[in-house]
């Protein structure tokens, strides 16, 4: 079955303590991206990833860092998480004629 | 950023009617994608369209283009309470459309 899956899909820190949130697709896509989800705001792409070691920020990418060492995975990494990063992170995976499709969701909070 | 605005926000009808939602913009893009999201779920592309004025008619939903490639619609005819959800547009940009600005959603509820 072609899949986005994310993990975890629940998360409660603290502010300070670096965490990951890892993504991995199974349909060989050379696109992926991570966006947040916050009221009132929408979707927010994050960082974006065009193939292994090709990354570039999103609209929204401070506060956070990615890496794409394998085409199927794009983890996001949090190197010291603060409250205003307490959302909704979605990671998203694509081919070139722009089927786009969205992990179930990681919803992180942070105290 | 570049804004899509979307409208309207919450939009809550009974069923068999019909609906538009609008998704505009000052700016240009490549293409456009709308997306339905059900809670506690991710977003699932229901159609991307890309050329200005272009049509695309998915069962009873009818999306729309705008000649200018700045605008696009959403069309659903005689709702149905499995309509119900949050529709989402983006539009793409960037060599590969790589880069996605999503609009804040309008949220639907059928009423049965």
């Known amino acids: 079955e072609a899949q986005v899956t994310q993990n975890p899909r629940y998360l409660i820190t603290v502010t300070g303590k670096k965490l990951t949130v890892t993504c991995s697709q199974n349909m060989n896509h050379e696109y992926m991206s991570w966006y947040r989800q916050d009221p009132g705001l929408g979707l927010r792409q994050i960082y974006y990833?065009?193939?292994?070691?090709?990354?570039d920020k999103g609209d929204v990418p401070e506060g956070y860092k990615v890496s794409r060492k394998e085409k199927r995975n794009f983890p996001l990494i949090l190197e010291s998480p603060s409250p205003n990063q307490t959302s909704l992170y979605f990671c998203?995976?694509?081919?070139?004629?722009?089927?786009?499709?969205f992990g179930p969701g990681t919803r992180l909070t942070v105290l | 950023t570049q804004l899509l605005e979307q409208s309207p926000q919450f939009l809550s009808i009974q069923e068999g009617e019909n609906l538009t939602v609008y998704c505009n913009s000052s700016s240009v893009f490549s293409s456009l994608q709308w997306y339905r999201q059900e809670p506690g779920e991710g977003p699932v592309l229901l159609v991307t369209?890309?050329?200005?004025?272009e049509v695309k008619k998915l069962k009873r939903l009818t999306f729309q283009f705008g000649d200018a490639r700045k605008d696009s619609s959403l069309h659903i005819t005689a709702a149905q309470p499995g309509d119900t959800g949050l529709y989402l547009c983006a539009g793409a940009r960037g060599f590969g459309n790589e880069k996605l600005t999503f609009g804040t959603g309008t949220r639907l509820t059928i009423i049965p």
């Open positions: 990833s065009m193939n292994v070691e090709v990354t």
């Open positions: 369209v890309v050329t200005g004025g």
């Open positions: 998203a995976s694509r081919n070139r004629v722009d089927t786009q499709y």
